[in-house]
Structure formats: structure tokens, C-alpha cells
């Protein structure tokens, strides 16, 4: 059973910082491409950002691109999301989820419990 167990949400105010984490376990790893997604209220899932295997190669949706930076450790099975001048609109529950497929990106399925972000105007 895949686990994925995300911390590090809260409330910060328009142009502060936050640091999100997943914990993942019970599958490799390092086999496969990582996301972060998320969810604003009302709203359907939103795609943020993708990290290959190796950590060597990110994209991230227009909307954060320049304030988020994905980076993953596979010696900790550990990936993260720094989230640098923060803006109302980012405020969600952020989802840490894993591709459907090891080696390929493809698309996401597994994800985790989710951690909320919120962020005051």
C-alpha cells in the first residue's frame, strides 16, 4: 500500500515562505517521478510541479513558476516543496502524489492525505 504523508502547511501572509514535505513509503522511491498537486477551494485538482527519478530535471504550472522550487531526496524518501512569495491564490490543500508508471512521467494517481496552505491577504 502506497504511503505518502505530507507536512509543513499553514497560515503565512501574502509574500511569506512555507516548506512542504512528503514522507513516502511502502514502494521504491527513487523509481518514480513525484508531484506536487493541489486543490483550492471549490475547485478541482491544479497540477503544480513534477520532479524526474533523479531529481535533475522539474516543471511546474505557469502560475508558481519562479516562486516554487520541487527537489526530492531518495536517500530519505523524501520530497519537497519550498514555496517562496506566497499569494492569496495559492491557498489550498497540497497533495504530494506519485505517477501511475515507475521511470516514466505520465500521470499522477497515489496521492497523500493532504496538508492545507493558507494565505492572507
Known amino acids: 500500500q502506497v504511503q505518502l504523508v505530507e507536512s509543513g502547511g499553514g497560515l503565512v501572509q501574502t509574500g511569506g515562505s512555507l516548506r512542504l514535505s512528503c514522507a513516502a513509503s511502502?514502494?521504491?522511491?527513487?523509481?518514480?517521478?513525484m508531484y506536487w498537486v493541489r486543490q483550492a477551494p471549490g475547485k478541482g485538482l491544479e497540477w503544480v510541479s513534477v520532479?524526474?527519478?533523479?531529481?535533475?530535471?522539474?516543471d511546474y504550472a505557469d502560475s508558481v513558476k519562479g516562486r516554487f522550487t520541487i527537489s526530492r531526496d531518495n536517500a530519505k524518501n523524501t520530497l519537497t516543496l519550498q514555496m517562496n512569495s506566497l499569494k492569496p491564490e495559492d491557498t489550498a490543500l497540497y497533495y504530494c502524489a506519485r505517477d501511475r508508471f515507475p521511470s516514466v512521467r505520465s500521470s499522477y494517481d497515489y496521492r497523500g492525505q493532504g496538508t492545507q496552505v493558507t494565505v492572507s491577504s
Open positions: 520532479i524526474n527519478t533523479v531529481g535533475g530535471l522539474t
Open positions: 511502502e514502494f521504491t522511491f527513487s523509481d518514480y517521478w
